[in-house]
């Protein structure tokens, strides 16, 4: 019998040294964990090839479909390595950004040398200009561009404040021209495909075109490639939104990385209208960031985040993610537990959020189908829409409809069911084979029936593509009663 939750909206938990043994993932998936998050901003691959082999073996125990999602960690733009009691700054201060391991060739009077990470200096250097805006550590340090000289930027300190190693810088405003994909991150994406990921979350994009290019190098490397994740932080992204979501498998709302880009103040409104926009081309959507940000430290979350969790519920996100509150905190588990709580509780009062008709593209036999199954099922009180997939796209084009019924995909691929851990409302069961067969109703009969997802004489809704069962042919929708097949079946003698 497969792991059964309520509720529709999926929980993706990072990974880290809070949560990495094999009996504390068994905790999180217990508490409701769908999605493992490897960031590979840290760890080598030693320790992910491990992590993966734990969620496997912790999901097999459970019993329950639990996908893996690899995050790039895309281009370093970052400060280099500074003394061990950093480097104060204060307003008016004139500062040389220059490359790490070499010492400043354009330093000017009164200025102070910070050194930035050497690879990126050049190209950051190439695309800014004289009144562009240059944050640190998350934008609590902000300097403007006065002049550049080569690799060299000459900055002024409006904000001023403490820097150490490594802080992130931003440039808000100044389009970059570094590739989304470094050496590392090639090197990363070959070790996430060998070890069968489900997903491959992309940092740094700006455009269509690196979703393009990554899903380039997947067909090159593998026949069944993993989803793409495009993760939405950067004003460009923002900006070519729509036709980033048309080419993507997903979208990662980082709303970090987005606040200081763009203005925290906007942010809210880019979430509601990234969400709405995947909703209605069912593409499943990722919010992220700080969403029980306090429960790293503290075993319950702040009024203000659970909020924060319910209004995306009640937006229509597909998955809400934890961040440093599994990876690193004091309360993984508990973290998982309260999100699974907020999240139940939201989706009880979905009254509250206000109703968006989406209706099925024009021309389309299966959204059509779907369609029709999560209305009729809603109208006939049935206890499921049960959908025969191969690839999962039936159940995940029946989501876009957000039908009150749960939604259970019927397939015989699990790397494929493991996908459709990412879309609201879907739980899968795997059988051996869908084959064509005068018995179909008897066979998702016993499925149900077998993983207590139905009993006799509940009604279902059933679609599928008869009369061949071929991948992509769902053309059928029907009410079928549990018990009737073996009703009308002639009595043996």
């Known amino acids: ?12 938990c990072t990974l880290g040294p809070a949560s990495s043994s094999l009996e504390r993932i068994r905790e999180l998936i217990h508490a409701g964990m769908d999605v493992a998050r490897l960031n590979f901003s840290h ?7 491990q992590l993966v082999a734990n969620i496997r073996e912790a999901a097999a125990a459970v019993g329950k479909t639990v996908a893996i999602m690899q995050d790039l960690q895309g281009p370093k733009i970052r400060l280099g390595k500074l003394a061990a009691a950093g ?4 307003k008016g201060q004139r500062v040389c950004l220059h490359p790490e391991g070499s010492a400043p060739k354009t330093l000017q009077a009164g200025e102070t040398p910070l050194p930035i990470m050497a690879e990126i200096a050049a190209p950051v250097a190439a695309d800014v200009r004289p009144g562009a805006r240059i944050l640190f550590d998350d934008g609590k340090v902000a300097t403007r561009a006065l002049s550049v000289s080569g690799p060299e930027i000459h900055v002024q300190v409006e904000v001023g404040g403490k820097l150490s190693s490594n802080k992130g810088m931003n440039l808000p405003g100044t389009p970059l021209s570094i590739p989304c994909l470094t050496d590392k991150d090639r090197e990363d994406l070959k070790f996430g495909v060998e070890q069968k990921v489900d997903a491959i979350a992309l940092s740094f994009v700006r455009s269509a075109a690196d979703i393009e290019e990554l899903k380039d190098i997947l067909r090159d490397l593998t026949g069944e490639p993993p989803m793409v994740v495009a993760k939405i932080e950067r004003q460009e992204a923002v900006a070519q939104m729509d036709s980033i ?5 997903g979208i990662l709302v980082a709303r970090g990385d987005m606040a200081v880009e763009v203005g925290a103040e906007r942010v809210p409104p880019i979430q509601k209208q990234l969400i709405k926009s995947c909703n209605e081309l069912g593409v499943p959507v ?3 960031t700080q969403m029980l940000e306090s429960m790293i430290a503290c075993p319950t979350p702040t009024r203000a985040e659970a909020s924060d969790v319910a209004n995306a519920v009640f937006d229509g996100t597909d998955c ?25 509780e939201t989706e009880k009062n979905r009254g509250f959020s206000t109703p968006r008709e989406i209706l099925p593209l024009p021309g389309s036999i299966v959204e059509s189908i779907e369609f029709s199954a999560s209305r009729i099922a809603n109208h006939v009180g049935a206890v499921a829409i049960a959908c025969l ?12 409809f957000r039908p009150y019924r749960p939604i259970i995909a019927i397939m015989d691929n699990e790397r494929q069911l493991r996908k459709l851990a990412f879309v609201w409302g879907v739980r899968g069961v795997i059988i051996p084979k869908i084959v064509a067969t005068d018995d179909l109703f008897a066979m998702v009969e016993t499925t149900l029936l077998e993983n207590k997802l139905a009993d006799p004489d509940d009604y279902v809704v059933v679609t599928a593509g008869v009369p061949t069962l071929r991948r992509g042919t769902t053309n059928m929708v029907k009410v079928h009663k549990i018990g009737a097949q073996s009703e009308r079946s002639p009595r043996r003698t």
Do not use: C, N
């Not at 019998?1 to 993706?12: A, F, L, Q």
């Not at 979501?245 to 498998?249: G, L, P, R």
């Not at 004091?330 to 139940?344: G, H, K, L, N, Y």
């Not at 997939?389 to 876009?400: I, W």
């Open 1 to 12: 019998m497969p792991y059964s939750s309520p509720r529709k909206v999926k929980i993706v």
């Open 245 to 249: 979501i048309e080419v993507t498998d």
């Open 87 to 90: 480097v104060v700054l204060e």
């Open 389 to 400: 997939t191969h690839s999962g796209m039936a159940a995940k084009t029946l989501a876009k």
């Open 320 to 344: 809400v993610m934890l961040s440093g509150e599994t990876a690193s905190g004091d309360f993984p588990v508990e973290s998982v537990q309260t999100m699974a709580r907020i999240i139940e």
């Open 43 to 49: 760890g080598s691959h030693d320790f992910h090839r």
């Open 286 to 288: 990722i919010t992220a």
